[in-house]
């Protein structure tokens, strides 16, 4: 299965990594220095794990900043672009996931798409409504920087924020792929997932 991850930022490139274990995965980055690094098997963030995986491990891994090849033959696409806070909006800055889902909706796919970048509540909810052709699902990420890829392989929780089949059938794709044995989860629906993943940022 290839599985297409949007942005190379601790949340993109610590899954991307440990998806790529046993799946194919292309980054699609608009950065090209971030690009060149990876496709020589050198981390663009501080991760020592990384590091480590991208040295020693057999990863079916690839970046590129061509949207035609990161989207071809993919089966479901990882949204993990910046939603910085923006103080004079009072609100996340969501505009990048917006341009993501409108290059995908023109391309027509209809696949599943994951939404792991921080977004207010309620903001899937808005997504589905303006592409109602397009098949969400938000899974909010409890990652630290600098051991992103080890909170990855052991979460303390995996929460998906659907109820689809498609979503649960991703949910089990990453319970596959990481290293904990037992990892509690919990499937509710895309707002109370930003909730909860709003909730643990406060905390």
Request: charged residues 20%; contains cysteine.
């Amino acid at each position: 299965m290839k599985i297409t991850v949007v942005g190379m930022g601790y949340v993109g490139l610590s899954n991307a990594v440990m998806l790529a274990t046993k799946h194919e995965v292309s980054i699609l980055e608009i950065d090209q220095e971030k690009v060149l690094k990876l496709n020589n098997f050198q981390s663009p963030i501080q991760d020592s794990l990384i590091e480590t995986y991208l040295k020693e491990k057999d990863l079916n891994l690839s970046a590129t900043s061509d949207h035609n090849a990161a989207y071809e033959d993919t089966s479901i696409i990882i949204i993990c672009t910046p939603t910085n806070f923006v103080n004079s909006k009072v609100g996340f800055d969501t505009s990048s996931i917006e341009r993501v889902s409108s290059q995908i909706h023109e391309l027509g796919f209809n696949g599943l798409i994951v939404i792991k970048s921080t977004v207010p509540i309620g903001f899937t909810e808005s997504l589905e409504k303006n592409f109602p052709e397009l098949n969400f699902a938000f899974f909010p990420e409890f990652l630290r920087e600098g051991s992103a890829l080890e909170d990855s392989l052991n979460p303390s929780r995996i929460i998906c924020g659907s109820h689809k089949s498609e979503a649960k059938e991703f949910l089990n794709i990453l319970i596959d792929s990481a290293q904990k044995k037992y990892i509690e989860t919990l499937v509710v629906s895309s707002s109370e997932a930003e909730a909860i993943k709003l909730f643990s940022n406060t905390f």
